[in-house]
Nanobody, 125 residues
Framework: QVELVESGGGSVQAGGSLRISCAAS????????MAWFRQGPGKEREGVAA????????YYDDSVKGRFTISQADAKNTVYLQMSSLKPEDTATYYC??????????????????WGQGTQVTVSS
């Protein structure tokens, strides 16, 4: 069964850090384009970061460049999102997504066909 399970969300103060995880099962994450999306209260879903099959290329939305880092641990079949210098506007439910082909339009949610259930991140001022 193909599945993505996010974990590691929580509450943090502005300026703090948090790492969220996405554990894949039923497929090899390192062979897929993997991405993180988020949806804040009253906002549309937006792409945050993506990593190419094999991990050689990463993509970031301008709003998180220099603050967030996407990475993967092949042995654990897991993708991470390390978030630093968090801001209240980063508050959202964060979703992991996967697609079985190359990372074209990597921050466009419409091209992904496997999704997790999400993990909540709340940043207080």
């Amino acid at each position: 069964q193909v599945e993505l399970v996010e974990s590691g969300g929580g509450s943090v103060q502005a300026g703090g850090s948090l790492r969220i995880s996405c554990a894949a099962s039923g497929f090899t994450a390192s062979r897929y384009c993997m991405a993180w999306f988020r949806q804040g209260p009253g906002k549309e879903r937006e792409g945050v970061a993506a990593i190419s099959p094999g991990g050689g290329i990463t993509y970031y939305d301008d709003s998180v460049k220099g603050r967030f880092t996407i990475s993967q641990a092949d042995a654990k079949n897991t993708v991470y999102l390390q978030m630093s210098s968090l801001k209240p506007e980063d508050t959202a439910t964060y979703y992991c997504a996967a697609r079985s082909i190359a990372c074209s339009r990597p921050l466009n949610g419409n091209v992904y066909d496997i999704w997790g259930q999400g993990t909540q991140v709340t940043v207080s001022s």
